[in-house]
């Protein structure tokens, strides 16, 4: 890799950005695609599939075969509520790369001591969410059932381009959610991306077998899309 390239690269990293780096192999002449200019590319579908599975490769092109390195920003998970499910999900996520913070403006609930080794952010969600980058790589989940905490972190969830969002509770209560953020402006399309209630349908009961529906949800919104409802 040349220096402009590498130079290109670590810039990306620190920006939350997104890009590969094709290399001919024939000539090592080496070029850089954002991801957000990759549908455009002759390389369109292996992009899309490296980018969605951080996949590198040896891939045919119109010049011979090229090398795609793939190098997308690292994985996080902004957790709003520091509940027992949050201390199920915390564990199960960092063990599959996710940078975990979880957020409760609850000292009580939001301690070291009951998230041993993740960030705890002891604050209310819009203080603390303004100053985090919610983007392509971020799994958002509400968790406290509590509106005055969960409905403004929706709200800035909303407003990103987090690859997943889940709210707890029962579908009574999503009705009434999705009412409350209606009236707070936000579009059906947008309301759509709401996975809830939280996790994929499989019978789950109790804390830990409802973080294990929780995470499926959340892998399977990564690597396969969709939306939520």
Not at 52 to 70: K, L, M, P, Y
Not at 82 to 107: L, M, N, S
Request: charged residues 20%; negative net charge; contains cysteine.
């Amino acid at each position: 890799m040349d220096r402009l390239t590498l130079k290109t690269v670590l810039a990306a990293r620190a920006e939350r950005r997104a890009l590969a780096v094709v290399t001919e192999l024939a000539s090592g002449a080496q070029r850089v695609v954002e991801a957000r200019d990759a549908a455009g590319d002759a390389l369109a579908d292996v992009l899309a599939d490296g980018f969605r599975f951080d996949r590198s490769g040896v891939h045919q092109s119109a010049a011979g075969e090229v090398f795609v390195s793939i190098h997308n920003p690292p994985l996080q998970m902004i957790i709003v509520g520091a509940v027992h499910i949050a201390q199920c999900v915390t564990p199960i996520a960092a063990a599959a790369g996710y940078d975990v913070t979880v957020i409760d403006p609850r000292g009580a609930f939001a301690s070291e001591e009951r998230f041993a080794g993740i960030k705890v952010r002891p604050e209310w969600p819009d203080e603390v969410l303004p100053q985090m980058a919610l983007d392509a790589r971020t799994a958002f989940l509400a968790l406290t059932h509590d509106p005055k905490i969960d409905d403004p972190a929706l709200l800035a969830a909303l407003a990103s381009e987090c690859f997943y969002i889940g709210a707890l509770g029962s579908r009574r209560t999503q009705g009434s959610r999705l009412e409350r953020l209606t009236a707070a402006g936000v579009s059906a399309d947008n309301l759509d991306r709401i996975h809830g209630p939280i996790g994929l349908d499989i019978g789950a009961r109790g804390a830990p077998e409802i973080a294990i529906s929780i995470m499926a949800e959340v892998i399977g919104a990564l690597r396969q899309g969709g939306h939520g409802r």
